[in-house]
């Protein structure tokens, strides 16, 4: 099946400081990947869709300069959180969608990144 | 009204029990429909998938698609402890995909 490597599974940092969160699909080729982030006990919220070689796609309400999303090969998209401060922490998940006419509309996601910004 | 509608449970079942978990939905453009299970702290893990209407098993696994009624559901025979987690039904036309809230299982052993 496919899989998609997601690093680091938690960080702890400072408010102020910037994290980045590397998202890896290694068995295809991804062409869209996307960033969620999941609150406690609630269902996935899509924060933008990148497609590699282009800009990402924000959501209504995420701001674009706080949370940076590169989707630079076709294999890796990486998110920083800018100057993270408290209220940005959260459990951040990527997903990845191959290319392939098979399986085009599926979406296989990461281990999920959990955030504590102190 | 929501584009997927889901109900959050929780539900407890004891261990061999058969579960139903199901999802309904208001666009009639929707032709994928998957089934995640999401462990605590964890990304959601894809189940199953079915395109259209039909019916698909894989193991324990029954997932089922009814356009017409806007309905599908996820089966689980001989449920196990291992089962439990939270499990999600998403569906999508074209691109984004729309998530159910998700409900949380627990089988007891």
């Known amino acids: 099946g496919a899989v998609v490597s997601q690093h680091p599974s938690r960080v702890i940092c400072k408010s102020g400081t910037s994290v980045k969160i590397e998202c890896r699909s290694l068995?295809?080729?991804?062409?869209?990947m996307f960033w969620y982030r999941q609150f406690p006990k609630q269902s996935l919220m899509l924060m933008a869709t990148s497609n590699e070689g282009s800009k990402a796609t924000y959501e209504q309400g995420v701001e674009k300069d706080k949370f940076l999303i590169n989707h630079a090969s076709l294999t890796l998209s990486t998110l920083t959180v800018t100057s993270a401060h408290p209220e940005d922490s959260s459990f951040y998940i990527c997903?990845?969608?191959?290319?392939?006419?098979?399986?085009?509309?599926?979406?296989?996601f990461g281990a999920g990144t959990r955030l504590s910004v102190l | 009204q929501k584009e997927v509608e889901q109900d959050p449970g929780p539900l407890s079942v004891p261990e061999g029990a058969i579960v139903s978990l199901n999802c309904t939905y208001s666009n009639s453009a929707f032709q994928y429909f998957m089934w995640y299970r999401q462990y605590s702290r964890k990304g959601p893990e894809l189940l199953m998938y079915?395109?259209?209407?039909g019916n698909k098993e894989d193991g324990r696994f029954t997932a089922q698609v009814d356009k017409s009624s806007k309905y599908i559901s996820l089966f689980i025979r001989d449920s196990q402890p291992s089962d439990s987690a939270t499990y999600l039904c998403?569906?999508?036309?074209?691109?984004?995909?729309?998530f159910g809230t998700g409900t949380r299982l627990t089988v007891i052993p």
């Open positions: 079915t395109y259209s209407s």
């Open positions: 998403a569906m999508t036309g074209a691109n984004n995909l729309f």
């Open positions: 068995d295809f080729q991804a062409t869209t």
């Open positions: 997903s990845a969608r191959s290319g392939s006419s098979l399986a085009k509309n599926i979406q296989y």
